[in-house]
């Protein structure tokens, strides 16, 4: 953020493209950009006239991260779900949850991908 205006007071001075600014870094973190990603953006709004390919670059890099994480999002949803549906009901000494959480090796899983 640009450095804001003070008053005589020694107060600081917001405008309206402080806020703007603002807004449009909270709304790239509610989309999942990173801090880096950010102020590269930053940058490149603040030279309006150059071509938006840097700009399809950093989303392309954040698309790319968020589509792994759903991956592996999706593999630990399988693996819960397994996990859940092996589950008999019994003691916890016999527990197929507690069972695969115990084994290190992650031999008892269908994906090892999720370490």
Known sequence: MPKPARSDGGQRRYTMAHADRLAFIRHARELGFPLDAIRELLNLVDKPDQPCAQVDRV?????????????????????????????????????????????????????HDHA
């Open 59 to 111: 989303a392309r890099g954040v698309l790319t991260d968020v589509e792994a994480k759903i991956a592996r999002l999706e593999s630990l949803r399988g693996e819960l779900q397994r996990m859940v549906r092996q589950c008999r009901h019994g003691r916890v000494s016999d527990c197929r949850v507690i069972r695969v959480l115990k084994d290190h090796t992650h031999s008892s899983c269908l994906s």
